[in-house]
């Protein structure tokens, strides 16, 4: 099973479908058009079958003693709001977003800086696109390489993010 992080610049397609899910998944957010900016996404692929990246996914959340919140639908909800909208546009094969929380890492990283609230729920994505259905991919928010080398709770979670999304494209 081949799996690789894929640098954040993306074609034009996978951008796009990027910036849709995360905007949808995280009320508030912007997605811009374009290039990814450097310390915004970190996408893996895998061409293991959706099913078999998102189980990965939620085990290895769960080998790590966090607890799963809520695994949201996005591509279904993707469908039902786009007919509503009058397009009938397939961005996603399958998308699904897995909300998860350690209380040990949250707590170091709000008590270190309140504002990282924002960070709470952690979120990682699984998706499959309509033209590229051989490979599922994988995709969390990088922690800005600022807060990495000035923090060691952020350089933690960009570890432990890294670590549960290369886990679950090696299935």
Request: glycine content about 2%; aromatic content about 6%; proline content about 7%.
């Given at each position: 099973?081949?799996?690789?992080?894929?640098?954040?610049?993306?074609?034009?397609?996978?951008?796009?479908?990027?910036?849709?899910?995360?905007?949808?998944?995280?009320?508030?957010?912007?997605?811009?058009?374009?290039?990814a900016p450097t310390n915004g996404y970190a996408v893996?692929?895998?061409?293991?079958?959706?099913?078999?990246v998102l189980d990965g996914l939620k085990l290895?959340?769960?080998e790590r003693g966090m607890y799963i919140n809520n695994v949201m639908h996005m591509g279904d909800m993707l469908t039902r709001t786009g007919k509503d909208l009058g397009t009938d546009e397939t961005?996603?094969?399958?998308?699904?977003?897995?909300?998860?929380?350690?209380?040990?890492?949250?707590?170091?990283?709000?008590?270190?800086?309140?504002?990282?609230?924002?960070?709470?729920?952690?979120?990682?994505?699984?998706y499959t696109l309509p033209d590229d259905p051989g490979t599922t991919y994988v995709?969390?928010?990088?922690?800005?390489?600022t807060e990495i080398e000035s923090s060691a709770v952020m350089h933690e979670i960009a570890d432990m993010l890294k670590d549960v999304a290369s886990s679950a494209v090696s299935w």
């Open positions: 099973m081949a799996h690789n992080l894929l640098l954040v610049m993306q074609p034009a397609t996978h951008l796009r479908a990027l910036a849709l899910l995360m905007a949808a998944s995280l009320p508030g957010a912007v997605a811009a058009a374009g290039p893996y692929e895998s061409d293991s079958s959706f099913e078999d290895a959340i769960q961005l996603y094969t399958h998308a699904q977003s897995v909300e998860f929380c350690s209380a040990v890492l949250s707590r170091k990283m709000l008590a270190e800086a309140p504002a990282r609230i924002v960070n709470c729920p952690f979120i990682i994505a699984v995709v969390h928010r990088q922690i800005p390489r």
